[in-house]
Nanobody, 115 residues
Framework: QVQLVESGGGLVQAGGSLRLSCAASGSAFRLNAMGWYRQAPGKQRELVAAITSGGSRNYADSVRGRFTISRDNAKNTVYLQMNSLKSEDTAVYYC?????????WGQGTQVTVSS
């Protein structure tokens, strides 16, 4: 089992920045890919960014160049630096981690961007 705890969400004006953190505990030493998803009201959950244990990154087209995902393997923590935020980035952001074939989710953190 892996437990994920997110932090760093909040309210920010358009053009501003936020940094999300997700700390993993439990069987975190076996973590593979970690990532961030988001779900806006009335929309499906979508991948925002992901990073493998080796550091390879993948971004949604809508955030590439504005968001940066990183991880600290020693701390079992993944981060999402979000810059130049837009109103369309408003959503609940969820941390995801994979251990072998199993996927785990955090509880979500709200990000609201005011225009």
């Amino acid at each position: 089992q892996v437990q994920l705890v997110e932090s760093g969400g909040g309210l920010v004006q358009a053009g501003g920045s936020l940094r999300l953190s997700c700390a993993a505990s439990g069987s975190a030493f076996r973590l593979n890919a970690m990532g961030w998803y988001r779900q806006a009201p009335g929309k499906q959950r979508e991948l925002v960014a992901a990073i493998t244990s080796g550091g390879s990154r993948n971004y949604a087209d809508s955030v590439r160049g504005r968001f940066t995902i990183s991880r600290d393997n020693a701390k079992n923590t993944v981060y999402l630096q979000m810059n130049s935020l837009k109103s369309e980035d408003t959503a609940v952001y969820y941390c995801n981690a994979r251990v072998g074939p199993d996927g785990y989710w955090g509880q979500g953190t709200q990000v609201t961007v005011s225009s």
